[in-house]
């Protein structure tokens, strides 16, 4: 492969956008920020200099960063952050990888507006296995907040109460006309009558999972995570953060303009979201400029069959080598924690469900990041900055799933720790995922950093081993599953590669309130299964 370069300036750009204007963090003043281009085993070396106030880490979502986990990206769990005025070189290779993958700030809320997408092509001469697009095009979906969003995250985390929503939904960074003062703040695709388009939909979005459906047409699902799929015919998916998928569309209809919209997909109760849509007008070139644009149909915002249809139809192009023999299993409960209120003045940080604080956990353990990176801490052998405990004591025996846990967390007291799973170099790994919670249930979309793996499973209410059903030929291969509402996932994987590595819910909230754990897969024999030394410009806390 070859070597691409490029600058990334964080600095700050001056938008308007819904009546207001204000200060947004992007790369190199452009929003969604620069697109990066490879090909496949191709290098990718990205300088980013800092030029803002605030901290920030770039992660590049999806790419596996083979024996490169020091570019991971994440916030004290690969790297310090970039200070104000400081530069981080990333280097890493696309091995094997291609598809659809995107970069976003990976430090506090900064993700909002700190995005834009990674396309990495086939090598030269090799096609895609279906008809080559005549055209395509990068649809990533966001969240817009009017508020700064460093500051928004330490209010929610102090008031102990949930998030607000936020101001609008976007298309490539627009809100369209269904907010105020964008009617022409709207992203448009000129399509040629009777052409194949693919849409490279990814949703960088902070907290909200979203359906994307488009007036009258239907969307052929070929790629899922930068992985194929075989091909699936639908009218609507949904994406969660952290996730993107490739569809064609053909501009099969008559000539006019079609509303492409991206909406809400909330499965809890009592939460707060703007169950507003964001559209974008898929326009069919001879089209009038003043037709009216042809509604889009989303689905209810809590329409669960929608998004078990799509998963269920989901599976890899061709036949997929599995492990088989398993290794290990971790059973992880994740969901969402109402903590007794602890403080002596209530109003201050206990604003959550029964005056109490919201938090989050993976097997009712809330993860918080420590002062300086695991990664660094687990290299260097500094001591005291994390454990080598999770699941922990009282939950050890989830390591051997039999059958489903009737007695899982209740979820009312979550236990803080900075709690990492050791696993050896090559190990078989089977983990299965339990949607828990007390307030309520939702889907929440776990992403595991340094890895794909295959969704053998997925199912509603208790896994049970006796009845879950495992798709142990062509399951997707995948970086972020959405466990169902109240259901459970089931993923394997060969932890061949080391490092340390982040597995959270990509809703950044449930983030910050501690909804992950670290895995840390050590050195094998070798120089192909070493993790090399750290780069001189690591930056430092
Ligand atoms: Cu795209 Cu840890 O995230």
Redesign the pocket.
């Known amino acids: 492969g070859s070597t691409r370069f490029y600058d990334f300036k964080v600095q700050t750009l001056r938008v308007t956008k819904l009546c207001n204007t204000k200060e947004i963090v992007t790369v190199n003043k452009i929003f969604p920020g620069p697109v990066v281009y490879a090909q496949e085993d191709d290098r990718i070396i990205v300088t980013v200099t800092n030029e803002t106030p605030y901290n920030v880490t770039i992660?590049w979502?999806g790419v596996r960063q083979k024996l490169s986990c020091w570019f991971d990206g994440?916030s004290y769990i690969t790297q310090c952050p970039i200070q104000a005025g400081q530069s981080f070189t990333y280097e890493f290779t696309m091995v094997k990888q291609k598809g659809t993958f995107f970069w976003?700030a990976?430090v506090s809320w900064l993700r909002a507006t700190v995005y834009g997408a990674l396309i990495v092509y086939p090598k030269t001469g090799v096609p895609h296995p279906f008809k080559h697009p005549y055209e395509e095009h990068i649809v990533i979906l966001g969240e817009y907040w009017l508020k700064d969003v460093v500051q928004l995250e330490k209010q929610v985390l102090a008031s102990g109460g949930g998030s607000p929503p936020a101001d609008a939904f976007t298309i490539n960074g627009h809100p369209g006309p269904n907010y105020n003062c964008s009617s022409n703040d709207v992203y448009k695709i000129d399509v040629v009558p009777e052409k194949t388009y693919m849409l490279r939909l990814i949703n960088a979005g902070l907290n909200m999972e979203n359906f994307f459906t488009i007036a009258n047409h239907k969307m052929t699902i070929v790629e899922v995570d930068a992985e194929y799929t075989k091909p699936f015919t639908t009218d609507r998916v949904m994406v969660g953060p952290?996730q993107t998928i490739n569809v064609l569309v053909t501009a099969d209809q008559p000539i006019g303009i079609y509303s492409m919209a991206m909406g809400p997909y909330m499965s809890a109760q009592n939460v707060s979201f703007q169950n507003i849509s964001s559209i974008a007008y898929f326009n069919y070139l001879g089209a009038a400029t003043n037709s009216i644009s042809l509604p889009a149909k989303l689905p209810s915002f809590n329409d669960n069959l929608s998004v078990k249809t799509v998963m269920d139809g989901l599976r890899s192009l061709n036949q997929v080598s599995v492990p088989k023999e398993i290794d290990m299993t971790l059973f992880v409960t994740v969901g969402l924690n109402v903590n007794k209120c602890k403080s002596k003045t209530p109003q201050q940080n206990c604003q959550g469900p029964n005056n109490g604080t919201f938090a989050a956990s993976m097997n009712n353990f809330t993860f918080v990041k420590p002062p300086i990176s695991v990664l660094e801490a687990y290299y260097k052998n500094i001591e005291g900055q994390f454990t080598e405990d999770f699941p922990g004591a009282p939950l050890q025996f989830y390591d051997f799933v039999d059958g489903a846990p009737n007695n899982a967390p209740n979820n009312t007291q979550a236990l803080n720790g900075t709690k990492t799973k050791v696993i050896e170099y090559g190990t078989n790994v089977q983990i299965i995922f339990q949607d828990t919670g007390t307030v309520s249930t939702e889907n929440h979309p776990i992403?595991l950093?340094g890895y794909s793996f295959y969704v053998i499973g997925f199912g509603t209410g208790n896994f049970n081993i006796r009845t879950a059903n495992f798709n142990l030929v062509d399951p997707p291969y995948m970086n972020t599953i959405g466990v169902p509402v109240g259901g459970w996932a089931a993923i394997r994987f060969v932890a061949d590669n080391p490092g340390v590595w982040?597995m959270?819910c990509?809703i950044d909230v449930h983030q910050s309130w501690g909804l992950g754990t670290v895995l840390i897969v050590k050195n094998g024999v070798g120089e192909l299964e070493t993790l090399p030394h750290p780069p001189v410009d690591l930056p430092q806390c």
């Open positions: 992660h979502h994440p976003h990976h952290g992403h950093h982040f959270h990509h």
